[in-house]
């Protein structure tokens, strides 16, 4: 998977850039077929001091992307809630085609046994 990352008003450093690579090879796991990723870190000093610090994830999958963002105080608190965010999206994307292959093979099941009788 690619990532795109880029920054405003944020000194990117290398610990940054490996917690969010960090993060983001958890994506692999749970979806083989993610594109890439985009993240954008800001950092705005005139918001209230407890939501300075924002980070926005893009994620590209087949399909419609899965986007999420979150403000913080803390730089690493806002990459690790917007990861959080995306797995669930991910994890929701997930069980929904599940249940739709599951019903599709319920449907199947009982029109055979419909006709059998």
Excluded: W
Excluded at 23 to 30: A, E, G, P, T
Excluded at 70 to 84: G, M, P, S
Excluded at 90 to 117: C, D, F, L, M
């Amino acid at each position: 998977m690619k990532l795109i990352l880029s920054t405003h008003n944020v000194t990117l450093t290398k610990a940054i850039e490996d917690h969010i690579i960090t993060r983001i090879n958890k994506f692999d796991h749970l979806d083989r077929f993610a594109i890439d990723a985009r993240v954008t870190l800001e950092h705005d000093h005139r918001k209230a001091p407890e939501k300075q610090f924002s980070c926005s994830m893009r994620l590209a999958v087949p399909g419609p992307d899965l986007f999420a963002e979150d403000c913080e105080r803390d730089l690493y608190a806002a990459i690790d809630l917007v990861t959080k965010k995306i797995e669930q999206q991910i994890r929701k994307r997930h069980n929904k085609y599940k249940a739709r292959k599951h019903t599709e093979a319920a449907r199947v099941k009982r029109k055979r046994q419909e006709s059998g009788i």
